[in-house]
Structures are given as structure tokens and as C-alpha cells.
């Protein structure tokens, strides 16, 4: 789909901003949340993409809305270098109205950004730990930097507990890891960004590679609960 007709474009030092629809958000208000996030990810995790990343705010139809990020044009595909990165984020027209609906586009905005740091292609067991970390992290920045209010963390607990106690799926693994890490950030904060960090540098230093090992990292800084699996 080459022919969007872009209602508004707009740029800062490493980003350009289009969106397709009118939306509850400015294009510079998006521009800021990408950028303080991306700067507080560099202090958590060290440099990130030296180039200026392409943020799309499309529309789609009601209830197929999701984000993905294309790194040089393959999905989560990390090469040696960077050399395009697009974030496209597709929300149905009108949206954003609601503080929860805000909150969702504001994630996934962030949330396509951290998987610049963590987010290659790792072995299937481990996909929804990397899954994990990023949507914890991410809804952390949110709160921490106060885009987002601390009833999204209220809300979000209850509900992957919720999950963990009543569903049997992918989503279950996902919020089991999400508690895990809560309780991490909890126990000891540092501890929970040094993982983060150590991760981002697994993914750092074997960019060029078609799978990347973080097997070492988790054992490390999972160990109990890689035991119990
Ligand atoms: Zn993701």
C-alpha cells in the first residue's frame, strides 16, 4: 500500500511522524514521547539506532489494530547494521478517545521502539520472554515518565492475573512472565534493568547472526524459573 494519502508529517532529530487519520494525539506530542523514550532506553540499555527511524500511524478497520516494527524491511530481522527501520502502528479512525485507548497507541508506539534494543529472532521457547520484557518495560517507561497514569499498572496487573489464573494460551506464558518481572522491578529494580541491558547487548553483539542466543542471559537472570519450566 504505497498510496496513503498522510494527513499530517512531521519530524524531530530521529524520527519522522505520519499519520493517515485525525487523530486524539499531535504529531508533535508523539515526536516527544518517542524521543524522551528513546533517550531513557539508551540510559537503560546503550546506544540505539543511529538512524532516523519511520514511525507510520495508519488506519484499519475496526478491531485489526496492532504494531510491528520492519527492521531493513524484515520483521524483528536484526542485520549487521541498521539501515531502515519502519514503525507502523494501525488504529481504526476515532480512536485514542478513551484514557485506555490513549494508553494502548501510546505502547505500541514505545513498544515497537524498545524492540530496537531487545527484539531479534530468537528460538521459539524464548519468544514470549522477549514478548515479556518488552510489553513490562515498556508500560514501565509509560508510568515512570508520566504519559501514562499509575492505574495503567493497577489495571495491567489485574489483568494478567486474571489471565494467568482463567486462560490456557500464549497469553498465559506472556502475563506469567510479566508478573515475573513485576515482581523483579519489585524485589530489586537494578537488578531487572540489568537484565534489560545484558539482553539489548546479546542482541547488540550478534546482530549479523539468523538467531540470536540469549539462553546465557536468561539462565543467569531466571534461574528458578527456568528450572520450574
Ligand atoms: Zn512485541
Not at 71 to 92: G, M, T, V, W
Not at 106 to 135: D, M, N, R
Request: proline share 4%; with cysteine.
Amino acid at each position: 500500500m504505497n498510496n496513503r494519502a498522510w494527513g499530517s508529517v512531521a519530524s524531530s532529530k530521529h524520527f519522522t511522524y505520519k499519520a493517515e487519520a485525525k487523530r486524539p494525539w499531535s504529531s508533535t506530542s508523539i515526536l516527544e514521547l518517542l524521543e524522551e523514550t528513546r533517550q531513557e532506553f539508551e540510559k537503560l540499555m546503550g546506544p540505539g539506532p543511529d538512524i532516523v527511524i519511520q514511525v507510520e500511524d495508519r488506519i484499519c478497520e475496526p478491531n485489526n489494530y496492532g504494531a510491528r516494527a520492519e527492521i531493513n524491511r524484515q520483521i524483528y530481522s536484526l542485520r549487521e547494521h541498521f539501515r531502515e527501520i519502519k514503525i507502523i502502528c494501525e488504529l481504526p479512525t476515532d480512536y485514542g478517545y478513551t484514557e485506555p485507548e490513549r494508553d494502548l497507541a501510546y505502547h505500541f508506539f514505545v513498544h515497537e521502539l524498545f524492540h530496537c534494543w531487545i527484539g531479534g529472532a530468537v528460538s521459539k521457547p524464548y519468544e514470549p520472554i522477549v514478548e515479556a520484557i518488552t510489553q513490562y518495560m515498556t508500560s514501565w517507561m509509560l508510568v515512570h515518565l508520566g504519559w501514562c497514569s499509575e492505574d495503567l499498572f493497577v489495571r495491567e496487573r489485574a489483568d494478567w492475573q486474571e489471565i494467568v489464573d482463567t486462560e490456557n494460551s500464549s497469553y498465559t506464558i506472556i502475563a506469567g512472565y510479566k508478573l515475573l518481572f513485576d515482581q523483579m522491578y519489585t524485589d530489586d529494580a537494578e537488578y531487572l534493568f540489568a537484565f534489560c541491558k545484558d539482553l539489548a547487548g546479546c542482541f547488540h553483539e550478534q546482530r549479523n547472526q539468523e538467531e540470536i542466543d540469549i539462553l546465557p542471559v536468561l539462565e543467569h537472570y531466571l534461574e528458578t524459573a527456568f528450572e520450574s519450566d
